[in-house]
């Protein structure tokens, strides 16, 4: 059972450049969810895709936009980053189920934006 | 609206040493609670989880016990070793459309030999 894959594992942008961030979901889950963790902080809720659609989002901006594939994988696009953008993404992948909270976190992609 | 509050770090203790992390929460209904390590370089870690008041979440030792009454889910272990050193992070699970974790801000945790 292979665990969850996040790629690249370190990425540096400059302001205003547009990042995209993969995610493959582990076998068998078919939700997949992305949280920012700033430095020193806990992780903050940005969306969960369920069957290719957004079924929820947190608060953040439009500039934020993901996508899930037919074989659960994911991307996490974020447009026009600014400095306080610079983060680790934590990408999470469950089995879709009312009050299951079985989430299988990846490593995380480090985001420095300079 | 719906937040988690832990006791501030960083934390450090002699090996043997008991352990206390705070956490107190507030939320609207009945939440599951949780608490996540993480290790450094690594994901987070599902330690162990509470669905409803007065259960009691226990693994490799950590034990946390959901009390509805004072809105607390403390983390405990009586004995710490040095693996223990990691982030601790404790949450609470709702359902706002999607099914979601919210997080406190996190307690570092060294255990010194």
């Known amino acids: 059972e292979t665990g969850v894959t996040q790629s690249p594992t370190h990425l540096i942008k400059t302001r205003g450049q547009q990042v995209t961030l993969r995610c493959s979901s582990q076998s068998g889950h078919n939700t997949v969810s992305w949280y920012q963790q700033a430095l020193g902080q806990g992780p903050q809720f940005i969306f969960q895709?369920?069957?290719?659609?957004?079924?929820g989002r947190g608060n953040f901006p439009p500039r934020f936009s993901g996508l899930q594939f037919p074989n659960y994988s994911s991307e996490l696009n974020v447009n026009a980053l600014e400095l306080d953008d610079s983060a680790l993404y934590l990408c999470?992948?469950?089995?879709?189920?009312?009050?299951?909270?079985?989430?299988?976190f990846g490593s995380g992609t480090r985001l420095t934006v300079v | 609206g719906n937040s988690v509050t832990q006791m501030e770090g960083p934390v450090t203790l002699s090996e043997e040493a008991f352990l206390t992390i705070n956490c107190t929460y507030t939320?609207?209904?009945?939440?599951?609670l949780f608490w996540y390590v993480q290790y450094p370089g690594e994901g987070l870690q599902l330690l162990l989880k509470a669905t409803k008041a007065d259960d009691k979440g226990s693994n490799k030792g950590f034990e946390a016990t959901y009390r509805k009454e004072t809105t607390s889910f403390h983390l405990e272990k009586g004995s710490v070793q040095v693996s223990d050193s990691a982030v601790y992070f404790c949450a609470l699970g709702v359902i706002q459309g999607a099914q979601k974790l919210v997080f406190g801000q996190g307690t570092r945790l060294t255990i010194n030999p």
């Open positions: 999470a992948s469950s089995l879709a189920a009312r009050g299951n909270y079985g989430y299988t």
């Open positions: 895709y369920y069957r290719e659609e957004e079924n």
């Open positions: 939320a609207t209904g009945y939440p599951s």
